[in-house]
């Protein structure tokens, strides 16, 4: 089972809303990810946790605020965004992060749209 | 600055032929490459990897070669299918330090599969 599962699907958000993004994941992977893509281009690194820290942020605006609740769990807090957020968001996980020539499994993404 | 490219953003081929995907990449330290394929409006899917110690790898119709010396991949689909149609990201990444975590994305090349 290499399975990411990620919600909402889809997110429609004015600039002045709340709202969060969930990933969740049950293969016992400690590394855990956050990807922005936009159309026609690779996936864009956000942010890692290994082990429920964070251990890379990709210098990503503070409108952005991850969470890592518990090893399967990952949160994307969404604040103030901007019109240029709208892109889909992905969620990825491996199994250690600290471990030689990992694989990253990806969830389907969070298409959010903002308004 | 890209280290892994894809300078195919296309490639149609017919049914039942060989389709081949390529990958450059700049980065002598990258160790590991994999291969992702990412319908529309989904999560990228892992498809196989290799190792730098390897020079092939072959999972079913899936092949990918590597040749370090010309910093060279490709992924071989034989035989294609029109399922296969869909954009094929090459990845890479190297072990340790403060590249742990990261996955270096090329742009992707949209395969069509045409019967």
């Known amino acids: 089972d290499t399975e990411v599962t990620q919600t909402p699907k889809h997110l429609v958000m004015g600039m002045t809303n709340k709202k969060s993004l969930k990933c969740e994941q049950h293969m016992g992977h400690r590394a855990m990810y956050w990807y922005k893509q936009k159309a026609k281009k690779p996936p864009e690194l956000m942010f890692v946790?290994?082990?429920?820290?964070?251990?890379i942020n990709e210098s990503v605006p503070s409108r952005f605020s991850p969470e890592c609740p518990n090893s399967s769990l990952l949160n994307l807090h969404l604040h103030a965004l901007q019109p240029e957020d709208s892109a889909l968001y992905l969620c990825?996980?491996?199994?250690?992060?600290?471990?030689?020539?990992?694989?990253?499994?990806f969830g389907p993404g969070t298409r959010l749209l903002v308004l | 600055d890209q280290q892994v490219k894809q300078n195919s953003p296309s490639l149609s081929v017919q049914e039942g032929r060989i389709s081949i995907l390529n990958c450059d990449y700049t980065n002598s330290m990258f160790d590991y490459f994999l291969w992702y394929k990412k319908y529309p409006a989904e999560g990228p899917t892992f498809l196989i990897s290799i190792s730098s110690i390897k020079d092939k790898n072959e999972d079913g119709r899936f092949t990918v070669f590597l040749n370090k010396s010309a910093k060279h991949l490709s992924l071989h689909i034989v035989p294609s299918q029109p399922g296969d149609s869909a954009v094929y990201f090459c990845?890479?990444?190297?072990?340790?330090?403060?590249?742990?975590?990261?996955?270096?994305f090329g742009r992707g090349t949209q395969l069509t599969v045409w019967p």
């Open positions: 946790y290994s082990y429920e820290k964070l251990s």
């Open positions: 990825a996980s491996s199994p250690n992060n600290r471990a030689y020539q990992e694989t990253q499994y």
């Open positions: 990845a890479a990444s190297q072990d340790r330090g403060s590249t742990l975590g990261r996955l270096y």
